[in-house]
């Protein structure tokens, strides 16, 4: 995972080799840290945090490594201080079930009360925690309306002009010279755009997935792949999966 | 060794009850001396191995112990208290063991002997095996696998108390991975559960008898203790040649297309031919290449690991009945499954290893006292040298299979769950009982007791998980599983078989409109990966056929019949087996002395001689450097002859020094043979001025932090890891076909292998990833032995142009690029298309 290293090791030395869209008209910057910057509205937006899911898979018997939640937040720690947002905007599943929230040990919780001091902090609600982010701070809601853009976390079928949603963890896959790259990506037509999975242990959907089909206006889809330290752009149809 | 009793031993050697003395008259056979022998000493109270070629009756010897035994203690009555097995038959392969019941029932029902035989392996069915527990049979069967899993079962006290006998069949194919590692764990809970039982192995020949002679027994600190050996000789020596043909030998590739001539004249002239390959791959198109050629129609089939089972019985089934001219097949085949004659074994390709050579030649003509006759043909010019060395080495009777090697500890973390999940254990005990599996002989206390710590919690030093651990221990010391849930979950995950995920494949037909018909024939499995680079269109070739992808529906691939002559190939994973050390120092040393070339061929000859006026020849212990320009290219090639495995680690690490040293090298090629690594500043002048010198540059400290900085970003560590995280219980495999998406993973083990790598780098589990890749896929410890050897022995030829020796390795750049590393490049490709599209268009 590129993104851990590169967040923990360099972020704030390095200049922000994003890539520049524009959705339902509205200006944002796709970062390789697997945020959304919306600079004319002072917002970050990052998806499927996922916090907490180690200890989730270990009620069940799957003894996986307890460090994915602090990995996530120091990368969300090195987006936030390179953007210095007005508001952060988390799109859902930003616990990986519903006891998450209720169970994350206290130094976590500092952690996240010390990035959103001094700036507003919405949770939209996901399918994994749909009681809302408990006893941290900001607002939790299902919806929110902000300019011309809607914030969700599930996209929904009808109503693609200017939403910005998470939950399908998308990714894309090149082969160039028999090798395959498969990447967590943003994705978009211009009308909407669906945000990578935040969480570093989340995995991904590939973008050509039945459950992604008819979403997106496929002539005008791009994949903005993370790279190591840049976005690649690369159009649907030049992707394989 | 095992204690002697002498009473038993003092008996006349030959104690065969009347029965069987009678079958052996009536069928007009003597015993064989080695039969008799193992007996009178198992009898004795020896653990044995025997080592036998294939048709010297090696089965039977092995259980003349258990059905003479059992002979003497005759049917159990009726109403009798419950008694266990008798004898345990352990086989590599779930055919062997189905194979082996059908051999052993003859002579069992001949001589009217009063023995029960079943087997079990992972088809036997719920019904059966509960019958199986209820009421065992005397003789049973089975796989690692399934002993595995009786062994965690809370019976498995009752149903082996009895257990006088286990019988180990090709056991010098077992022992050296992890299911090896995993049986070893389960015979030392078998020695514990039946104290006085005796193990029988039967093996084919191998380097070291005495590694197999102590894994048979158990082991005591300090002590030598080991099963006794019986090693049956003879055998007429097979008729071994290498392929001459007219035809020009090519530098490289692996498909030796100009012998098919040649190979197909053989197999006319032929009764039944046998053709090995080292590949899936090489299989399907060695088999393309006959049918191209095949104008007498002979009925020639194919046979591979991926093939659908019901189309491989059926290969399997004509070739009994002799209703077939040749079969193409991999290592599938190379166990002792008994099926047919075969006259003629025909090797494409290098063999790789002498006793791989040796055992493949074995299935020609079962019967011992004649010769076997075999043909190698090889697929380049180094390949006729190792093909020569193979060749030597046969008749020299040497043997280079692999040293056992120590127990891993993913496999070591399975079975302390296993042995949670038959009965609360006490760890003292159990440690006893694991370090008297000669593989984990040297295991420290320390090291079991993070093995236990994983297995209850994960091991890590966040101890946030204490409140969900799998394993407990309570008051009375013992430790046993939290719920009844966690030993369901372990019975789904045993094993040490990671199978990359796989598709169906499904012909279908496209109708006149180009719409996809519903599914016809399934052709086999094909690795998943493989299909993500496919386009519907993209033609490829399978199951001999050439066939063209229409796309992937649910978890099947469908395809249909494809028209072309330019078809891709699966490059499978796994399967390519790096030359053996003992080849390669016999390579080296013909290389080295004109008086061997003599007898190569003369297209060889010729070419080493020039390489000789051009350059040099390599001295048998000396690293040979050439260095030269190349079309806009400086070019550094080695002769290290360490197998591509330890020269693709040797690339990646010699890079990042003659990086450091400023020297910009932009990628690297390996083969068995040699290593090429290319750009853009002269390697050559560079070294001359000592900057770096190759003496620096080849130092075995790149096995220090160079090593463990690339290993940090190797994508090799992380396919590794899957496969220990998988096998130790931390992630559960994916089951093909069961998954709900088919595609979705839940838990990336990936990100996971990240995550804890940044995290806790000391963690038991990346130790055990470390452990694994020094052995496999890097050959860590073959690239520190040659940098050793070669110390002060590098001798360095500058030229002005490729060497007649390079050339091969030249031939094979193009072909791959560095790997991993060079992922952020390709997708930065992908974008520019974009960038150049846009461009275009305006």
Redesign the interface.
């Known amino acids: 995972m590129h993104r851990l290293a590169f967040a923990t090791r360099t972020a704030s030395a390095y200049p922000a080799l994003s890539e520049r869209i524009e959705i339902n008209g509205t200006a944002g910057f796709c970062d390789p840290l697997g945020g959304l910057h919306l600079p004319d509205l002072g917002v970050l937006v990052v998806s499927d945090l996922h916090l907490e899911k180690g200890s989730a898979f270990a009620r069940r018997g799957m003894m996986l490594p307890p460090y994915d939640t602090l990995a996530t937040l120091r990368i969300l720690e090195a987006i936030i201080t390179r953007h210095d947002p007005k508001i952060v905007i988390s799109l859902g599943d930003n616990f990986h079930d519903r006891r998450g929230s209720s169970l994350m040990p206290p130094q976590f919780r500092e952690m996240i009360e010390t990035m959103a001091r001094g700036r507003e902090w919405i949770w939209i609600n996901g399918n994994h925690d749909p009681d809302g982010a408990m006893t941290l701070p900001g607002t939790s809601m299902d919806v929110l309306r902000l300019a011309n853009l809607v914030f969700r976390h599930e996209p929904s079928v009808d109503n693609p002009q200017g939403e910005i949603a998470g939950h399908l963890h998308p990714a894309a896959t090149v082969v160039r010279r028999e090798k395959r790259v498969r990447r967590a990506c943003f994705a978009t037509d211009g009308l909407r755009m669906i945000m990578p999975a935040f969480g570093v242990t989340t995995g991904g959907l590939d973008l050509r997935h039945k459950a992604l089909t008819g979403l997106f206006d496929r002539p005008r889809l791009v994949a903005h792949m993370l790279g190591r330290d840049r976005i690649y752009s690369v159009p649907f149809g030049n992707l394989v999966g | 060794m095992n204690q002697i009793d002498p009473a038993r031993a003092a008996q006349s050697p030959i104690a065969l009850p009347a029965p069987f003395l009678r079958w052996f008259a009536e069928k007009g056979w003597r015993p064989r001396a080695h039969q008799l022998d193992l007996l009178s000493r198992v009898q004795g109270g020896e653990s044995m191995l025997l080592i036998a070629p294939t048709g010297a009756g090696k089965t039977l010897a092995g259980f003349l112990p258990s059905l003479v035994s059992l002979t003497e203690r005759g049917k159990i009555p009726p109403g009798s208290a419950f008694s266990g097995i008798h004898t345990l038959y352990i086989s590599p392969l779930k055919a062997l063991a189905v194979d082996i019941e059908r051999n052993l029932m003859k002579p069992v029902t001949e001589m009217g002997l009063p023995v029960r035989i079943e087997n079990r392996t992972g088809d036997t069915p719920q019904a059966k095996r509960q019958r199986q527990k209820l009421n065992p049979p005397d003789i049973l069967l089975t796989t690692p696998e399934q002993l595995a899993l009786l062994l965690a079962n809370g019976e498995a006290e009752r149903f082996f108390k009895d257990l006088k006998y286990v019988v180990f069949d090709e056991l010098h194919s077992l022992v050296t991975s992890k299911r090896g590692h995993l049986l070893s764990l389960g015979l030392s809970r078998l020695r514990r559960l039946a104290p006085s039982m005796q193990t029988i192995g039967l093996s084919a020949t191998v380097a070291d008898p005495m590694d197999l002679q102590r894994w048979l027994v158990a082991q005591v600190p300090d002590e030598d203790r080991h099963a006794g050996l019986i090693t049956v000789t003879g055998g007429a020596k097979p008729e071994i040649s290498i392929l001459r043909t007219e035809e020009r030998v090519p530098w490289s590739g692996h498909q030796a297309a100009y012998a098919m001539p040649a190979v197909y004249e053989a197999i006319r002239d032929t009764k039944t031919t046998l053709l090995f390959v080292n590949t899936r791959s090489q299989a399907e198109r060695l088999f393309q290449e006959l049918w191209t050629i095949n104008d007498d129609n002979l009925p020639i089939a194919l046979h591979h690991g991926s093939l659908d089972v019901g189309q491989r019985r059926r290969v399997e089934a004509a070739m009994a009945e002799n209703k077939l001219r040749a079969v193409v097949a991999t290592s599938t085949l190379d166990l002792g499954i008994d099926w047919g004659d075969v006259d003629m074994v025909i090797h494409v390709g290098a063999p790789k290893g002498a006793s791989r050579l040796a055992q493949r030649i074995g299935r020609a003509n079962h019967r011992m006292d004649e010769p076997s006759r075999a043909i190698l043909v090889p697929a380049n010019r180094f390949e006729v040298m190792e093909c020569q060395a193979a060749l030597d080495a046969n008749y020299l009777g040497a043997q280079d299979t692999p040293p056992v090697g120590r127990g891993a500890l993913d496999v070591l973390a399975q079975h302390v769950l296993g042995m949670a999940c038959a009965a609360p254990f006490d760890p003292l005990e159990l440690y006893a009982e694991i370090i008297s599996a000669s593989p984990y002989a040297d295991l420290s206390w320390e090291t079991f007791e993070r093995i236990v710590d994983?297995v209850a919690?994960?091991?890590?030093a966040?101890r946030?998980?204490e409140r969900?651990a799998?394993i407990r221990k309570t008051a009375d010391g013992l430790w046993r599983v939290s719920n009844p849930?966690?030993a369901q979950?372990y019975r789904l995950n045993i094993g040490t078989i990671i199978e990359s995920p796989m598709l169906n494949v499904r012909m279908v037909k496209r109708n006149a409109r180009g719409s996809i018909g519903r599914g016809g024939m399934s052709l086999g499995k094909v690795e998943e990966?493989f299909l993500?680079?496919?386009?519907p269109g993209d033609t490829f070739l399978f199951s001999g056929k050439v066939l063209r992808f229409e796309g992937i529906r649910e978890n099947e691939c469908l395809v249909s019949q494809g028209y072309t002559l330019d078809p891709k190939v699966p490059?499978y994973a796994g399967g390519k087996f790096p030359l053996s050390t003992y080849l390669a120092a016999q390579v080296r040393k013909m290389l080295a002395d004109p008086n061997h070339h003599a007898t190569l061929p003369e297209q060889v000859r010729d070419w080493l001689s020039l390489q000789k006026d051009f350059s040099r020849l390599p001295k048998e212990d000396e690293l040979l450097i050439e260095t030269f320009p190349h079309g806009k290219r400086h070019f550094m090639v080695s002769y290290a002859f360490e197998g591509r495995l330890a020269h693709q680690t040797l690339g990646m690490l010699l890079t990042r020094r003659l990086d450091r040293a400023g020297l910009k090298p932009l990628g690297f090629v390996a083969t068995d043979y040699s290593l090429a690594i290319w750009g853009l500043e002269d390697m050559g002048v560079a070294f001359k001025k000592g900057k770096p010198s190759l003496g620096a540059l080849f130092d075995e400290d790149m096995l220090g932090d160079d090593l463990e900085a690339w290993l940090n970003e190797s994508f090799l560590l992380k396919r590794t890891f899957r496969n220990c995280a998988v096998i130790a219980g931390?992630?559960?495999q994916r089951h093909p076909g069961k998954e709900k998406?088919g595609?979705?993973?839940?838990?990336?083990a990936?990100?996971?292998y990240?995550?804890?790598r940044?995290?806790?780098p000391d963690?038991i589990l990346l130790e055990a990833t470390r452990n694994d890749a020094a052995t496999g896929l890097l050959d860590i410890g073959r690239l520190g032995d040659m940098l050793m050897r070669i110390k002060s022995h590098i001798r360095h030829q500058q030229l002005d142009r490729v060497s007649p020796l390079a050339v091969p390795i030249m031939l094979e750049i193009g072909r791959e690029?560095v790997?991993g590393e060079?992922?952020?490049i390709?997708?930065?490709?992908?974008?520019d298309?974009?960038m150049n599209e846009i461009k275009a268009g305006h």
């Open positions: 994983f919690t994960g091991g890590y966040l946030t998980y969900y799998k849930q966690i979950q990966y993500e680079m496919l386009s490059s931390l992630i559960e998406s595609r979705q993973v839940t838990v990336s990936d990100l996971i990240d995550v804890l940044s995290h806790e963690h690029t790997a060079a992922q952020d390709l997708l930065a490709e992908a974008a298309e974009l």
